[in-house]
């Protein structure tokens, strides 16, 4: 998916010059819509990223919610087709930030090889950019590198530790069902040394997810959506809706 994304193709440098001089948006008197040449799903800091980028992560992201009602299937795959055009228009702005970065993501796999997002991971991250780690190797380098650049102080780690006893009982205290935050003693817990290194991983990479976060919303300031390919969440169009 983000292969195509990056190398956009003939009919993606053909859009540009014109989109970026097309590209307006109707008066605040009603809902907004973006007129960009046909083809064309969104302005990536004012270059094209062709709409067939979107169509072929269609193809191979079946519908998460099946419906059998015409209007509610027709507003369904409007929805969709919003949502996979998050997942292309960030991976491409992933792939422009590790180029930035001088970093190398890995070769990407095929449309019909999808990755998975482990479950544990998908709740935290929220569904588009859970896709967007599933199907973009640069997203997943960028947050890699975002959260090796994070320092977690060490008393950062202690005071994690301290104030989170439920989670550092021994398997001895969780048999005996102690309450972690009340009548036990430093032999029903894990020792601080023992743990440390555990909780500094888990602060380091919430760190990295939040700078992740921030990174693209200061991203995604610089798109510029077609009409039927704004964000889901969007007011301005009637289909909106927010979900995580």
């Not at 479950?119 to 599933?134: C, F, K, N, Q, R």
């Not at 205290?173 to 032999?187: H, I, M, Q, Y």
């Amino acid at each position: 998916m983000s292969g195509h994304a990056h190398g956009r193709g003939t009919e993606s440098a053909a859009h540009t010059h014109t989109a970026e001089k097309t590209a307006h948006a109707h008066p605040a008197d009603g809902p907004a819509h973006t007129h960009l040449p046909d083809g064309v799903a969104a302005l990536v800091h004012g270059d094209a990223l062709a709409a067939a980028h979107v169509d072929a992560l269609l193809r191979v992201v079946p519908p998460r919610d099946p419906v059998t009602r015409p209007d509610a299937s027709a507003r369904a795959e409007r929805q969709r087709r919003r949502w996979a055009t998050q997942v292309v228009v960030v991976d491409e702005l992933a792939r422009r930030a590790c180029a930035e970065r001088g970093l190398r993501p890995p070769e990407e796999v095929r449309p019909a090889q999808v990755l998975a997002v482990a479950e544990e991971d998908v709740a935290d991250l929220g569904s588009i950019v859970a896709a967007v780690l599933a199907h973009s190797p640069a997203a997943r380098v960028l947050l890699a590198a975002l959260e090796s650049e994070q320092d977690v102080p060490e008393p950062a780690v202690r005071d994690y530790y301290d104030r989170n006893p439920d989670r550092f009982l021994t398997p001895d205290a969780l048999r005996r069902g102690v309450d972690p935050f009340g009548g036990t003693d430093t032999s029903d817990h894990l020792p601080y040394e023992g743990v440390r290194e555990g909780v500094a991983h888990e602060l380091r990479r919430s760190a990295g997810r939040r700078a992740f976060f921030a990174w693209l919303d200061r991203a995604r300031a610089g798109v510029v959506y077609a009409a039927g390919h704004e964000h889901p969440g969007d007011p301005s169009h009637p289909d909106h809706e927010h979900r995580h």
